[in-house]
């Protein structure tokens, strides 16, 4: 019978550093996969808008345009989707046994690929914003 004890909160919190590539890989997947299950929900009652006529719809969504919270949550929302369908992407090579050897390489290739193409898309969706 092995026994276990409370390795207290300082080597819990200390467990994060022995993360690898893969770990953090299912982690963030995990993480952007909630949040864009949270945007739907959140998406729903603003689409339902337009059950109340095009002018309801238009004038929601010109409101929270308007706003540079929204225009910000938009360019974390671009960045969760983008990491979560390159890293989908990576997963499905993984599955197909293509690249098993560079599994860390192309999950950092995925982090780079979301910066570049989140940091080139901020001027679209923070223009008019300020």
Do not use: C
């Not at 974390?76 to 390159?86: D, E, P, R, S, T």
């Amino acid at each position: 019978m092995s026994e276990s004890y409370d390795r207290g909160p300082v080597e819990d919190f200390g467990r994060w550093r022995e993360f690898k590539a893969g770990m953090w890989a299912w982690v963030f997947h995990k993480f952007t996969g909630w949040v864009l299950v949270g945007y739907l929900f959140m998406h729903i009652p603003v689409l339902s808008t337009s059950l109340q006529g095009a002018e309801a719809y238009n004038s929601t969504l010109g409101g929270l345009e308007s706003l540079a919270l929204v225009r910000i949550l938009e360019v974390g929302l671009l960045a969760v989707a983008v990491f979560h369908i390159l890293n989908g992407i990576r997963l499905l090579f993984v599955d197909l046994g293509i690249g098993l050897d560079s599994q860390d390489k192309s999950f950092y290739a995925s982090l780079v690929l979301t910066g570049i193409i989140v940091v080139a898309s901020v001027p679209t969706f923070v223009s008019g914003a300020f």
